[in-house]
């Protein structure tokens, strides 16, 4: 980095922390606080006690503040509110919930005037009088990011519990309020400036997939050819469709459609086979991140109505509907519950083309209007035969697969890069915070 270091430094004494400056306090989180005490979740609104009532939900974990995005109110009495009230810079400990991926202990600034209070898988923690607020949001980013506060999580069931106290008896270390101040001042504009540098780069990310939709949903509408006699889809939206292409329902250019055993096959750590569940299919493409297994007899039990093999279509019916992917060569899979097996009539139908299909043009209409307003999302073996299709012939769809194949592949390189930059950016963000806070760097001049 290109920020100077202080004079001197001491150790810290702390075997993660390390060396710290010679000026700065070591200590206790404890004392950063003046209190922390639970939330509550009180009853339904009335009309007259009703309070804003901070969630988990509402943490905005990149900017470590509370969004009003979408606020829920409660009914919380006078007296249960008394030491509860939410104050401008009060700090906000997430104490119930989290996961492998994101384990609990987030904290968030209530950075709002409005009254409220914070529910019961909340903490609330008022901040001492030497402290800066803003200063100790970052250092307990800091201590997230490390995964500090992980030594404290209890888990007997699969829910996250963290043992405040043990949390605050974490040792830290940090300066007098005013240099926390200008440390703070110093993160709040670096990190503004990281922040909007991303939100230009997702922003071009959303472009990109707008263009590569508008390709897929070209080519499987309206053809490679610009000179082609065109015809009235009698569709209003779609407008013309080339003359010489058919259309029809899925179900009469498949040889099977296939519906999976309604549970999902046993994991095993050392199986073989793969287990498509609807996690697993995404925008056309099998996803392998959370991946398991099944061993022989699986799937030997979980292939008895068909045996899946490259080029059929995997379909997902529900959570969410909608999604699919093509099967590749090589890959031993068995399918999960609320998936479903297409397999194609290669005569009439390019597996590839099909997928493209699903995801844009007459299809894609189709799947969300059957899905509008539905809270569970679910599509029947009839739903899914009837999905209409425009259908070129044979050869003209190969050469439509190759070439959106040949130009969605240099748009998803564009978006990788752009992807890995964000990456890079949220990475140099967080080592930026923890530097600080440690006091690795001295920003006061800068902050100045």
């Known amino acids: 980095m290109k920020w100077r270091r202080y004079p001197k430094y001491k150790d810290s004494g702390i075997g993660w922390l390390g060396e710290v400056p010679e000026h700065w306090h070591v200590d206790r989180l404890k004392w950063t606080v003046r209190s922390c005490r639970n939330g509550i979740w009180g009853d339904e609104p009335n009309g007259d006690d009703d309070l804003l009532c901070i969630r988990v939900a509402d943490f905005d974990r990149q900017r470590f503040s509370v969004s009003f995005d979408r606020m829920t109110l409660r009914s919380v009495t006078p007296a ?152 009235d889809s009698g569709i209003e939206w779609l407008g013309e469709v080339p003359e010489h292409w058919d259309m029809m329902r899925i179900k009469f250019v498949l040889r099977a459609i296939i519906d999976t055993e309604h549970k999902t096959a046993p994991f095993y750590p050392d199986g073989e086979y793969f287990v498509i569940r609807t996690s697993n299919v995404r925008d056309g493409r099998i996803v392998m991140k959370d991946a398991n297994y099944t061993n022989q007899d699986g799937y030997t039990e979980w292939t008895r109505r068909a045996i899946p093999t490259e080029g059929d279509i995997v379909f997902t019916r529900e959570a969410p509907a909608g999604e699919a992917c093509v099967l590749p060569r090589g890959l031993k899979v068995c399918l999960g519950q609320r998936t479903v097996l297409l397999r194609v009539r290669r005569d009439a139908l390019v597996p590839e083309f099909a997928v493209y299909s699903i995801y844009c043009g007459i299809a894609d209409a189709f799947i969300k209007t059957l899905s509008f307003g539905s809270t569970v999302n679910h599509f029947n073996m009839a739903d899914i035969g009837s999905i209409p299709l425009l259908i070129p012939p044979l050869q003209e769809q190969i050469e439509i697969v190759k070439i959106v194949h040949r130009e969605t592949n240099r748009v998803d390189s564009l978006i990788e890069k752009v992807m890995d930059s964000i990456n890079k950016l949220s990475e140099y963000r967080t080592a930026l915070i923890s530097a600080a806070v440690t006091g690795k760097i001295d920003v006061c001049e800068e902050a100045a």
Not at 93 to 119: F, I, T
Not at 197 to 209: F, G, V
Not at 213 to 219: D, F, G, T
């Open 80 to 231: 249960e509110r008394r030491n509860r009230l939410l104050s401008k810079g009060d700090l906000l400990l997430e104490k119930s919930g989290g996961g492998d991926l994101q384990p609990v202990g987030a904290v968030v600034s209530y950075d709002h005037s409005e009254p409220a209070v914070c529910s019961n898988f909340v903490a609330k923690m008022d901040i001492a009088d030497d402290c800066d607020s803003r200063y100790q949001t970052y250092l307990h980013a800091h201590l997230y990011a490390g995964r500090v506060n992980t030594r404290s999580i209890k888990q007997t069931t699969g829910i996250q519990n963290l043992d405040a106290d043990a949390y605050l008896s974490e040792p830290v270390c940090y300066p007098g309020n005013e240099e926390q101040h200008a440390i703070a001042s110093f993160l709040d504009r670096e990190t503004a400036r990281i922040d909007a540098l991303i939100e230009k780069k997702q922003s071009q990310i959303e472009l990109l997939q707008e263009k590569r939709a508008a390709l897929i949903s070209h080519a499987v509408t309206k053809g490679l050819d610009p000179n082609v006699k065109m015809k």
